[in-house]
């Protein structure tokens, strides 16, 4: 199977490190030319993945045409810009394997429904999880769902991608595969903003049970397996980054529960915090399926410069409820 990636950010660099084991050639694009130049010429991406060094058979390229006549192609753009990159890229009926974490804004459309909405043609899977980029580029023991309505051309996915570090779970819930990844990023946040403002373990682990009750409100109300939800692309996803200053997202929050302001944290960043484009679009979507979800639209009025300590009480004073 003929690999190509679109997008050599973090999480393609190191997707494209997966898929070139053993020497197995693998087709990266890349937006910026400094970052192509430096794969083929450095072999390591010191824009985006520093200190990784890359497999010599990792072919860099600006030109999206390169990445036709490929077996399958990993969309690893961030979301939002998911549908532009597609519709310059030469599809066709290719499998599109969608590892981007997020809602498009505007549509409130998952990043796999964007997806059949720019190449219908296109079979789709989702892979999704537990992955901070520089621990899988490392060949750090990882676990990751991959999610397609088809098993036999999951199968051959899993089959192309794994190795005794990088080790994929089959399921055949897309939609649910997605919905874990892009609420957790808000989600992130807020657990940001606990560590920032210091407001303990015990508010942390309240928020993640919290705000793993609302992604599962939400995934149930979009057609999501509860099982799905529980697993590596959910429950999994949200532990990790909950946890962890690796995470953009997690980070971000940090910054706003010490009171810095969203567009001063988010000015001159190349990385992307995802969570930060979901938030607004997740919580117009939970009040047009009309599922509560207090803390994302807690961290939509913090990134909208609500201080957090106002934020934080107002969520505190809610009515009590049944768990
Ligand atoms: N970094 C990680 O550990 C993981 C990231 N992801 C997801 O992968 C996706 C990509 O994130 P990263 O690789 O981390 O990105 P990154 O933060 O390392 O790099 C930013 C990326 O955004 C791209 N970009 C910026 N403006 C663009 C535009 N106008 N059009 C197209 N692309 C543009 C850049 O070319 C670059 O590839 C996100 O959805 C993220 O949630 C998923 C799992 C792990
Ligand atoms: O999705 C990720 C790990 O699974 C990466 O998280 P961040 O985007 O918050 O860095």
Not at 96 to 118: M, N, P, S
Request: hydrophobic share 50%.
């Amino acid at each position: 199977m003929r690999i190509g990636v679109i997008g050599g950010g973090a999480w393609g660099t190191a997707l494209a490190q997966v898929a070139a084991r053993g020497g197995q050639p693998v087709t990266l694009w890349a937006r910026e030319p400094e970052v192509v130049a430096a794969i083929n010429d450095a072999r390591e991406n010191t824009t985006f993945l520093k200190g990784a060094a890359l497999s010599d058979s990792i072919h860099a390229t600006g030109d999206l045409a390169d990445l036709a006549y490929h077996d399958a192609l990993l969309v690893v753009a961030p979301a939002q810009h998911v549908r532009a990159v597609l519709a310059a890229a030469p599809v066709g009926a290719t499998p599109l394997v969608l590892c981007a974490k997020g809602i498009e804004a505007g549509t409130r459309l998952l990043v796999g429904e964007v997806a059949r909405a720019v190449a219908p043609s296109a079979p789709v899977a989702v892979l999704s999880g537990p992955t901070f980029a520089h621990e899988v580029a490392a060949g750090k023991p990882t676990a990751v769902t991959l999610a397609c309505a088809d098993p036999g051309l999951r199968d051959r996915l899993a089959a192309r991608l794994a190795s005794p570090a990088f080790r994929p779970y089959a399921s055949d819930d897309v939609v649910g595969a997605e919905i874990g990844g892009a609420v957790k990023n808000v989600l992130a946040i807020a657990c940001g903003v606990v560590e920032g403002a210091g407001l303990g373990q015990n508010a942390r682990a309240a928020l993640i049970a919290r705000g793993f009750a609302e992604m599962t409100r939400f995934g149930l109300a979009r057609g999501a397996r509860a099982e799905t939800l529980a697993g590596l692309s959910g429950l999994g996803d949200l532990v990790l980054t909950c946890s962890s200053t690796s995470s953009r997202n997690f980070s971000l929050g940090v910054g706003l529960g010490q009171g810095r302001s969203a567009a001063e944290l988010m000015a001159d960043r190349r990385t992307v915090a995802e969570g930060a484009h979901t938030a607004p679009v997740l919580r117009e979507a939970a009040a047009a399926a009309n599922v509560d979800m207090p803390v994302v639209a807690a961290v939509c009025d913090l990134l909208g410069g609500a201080a957090a300590a106002a934020v934080v009480e107002r969520l505190l004073a809610r009515p009590l409820r049944a768990e």
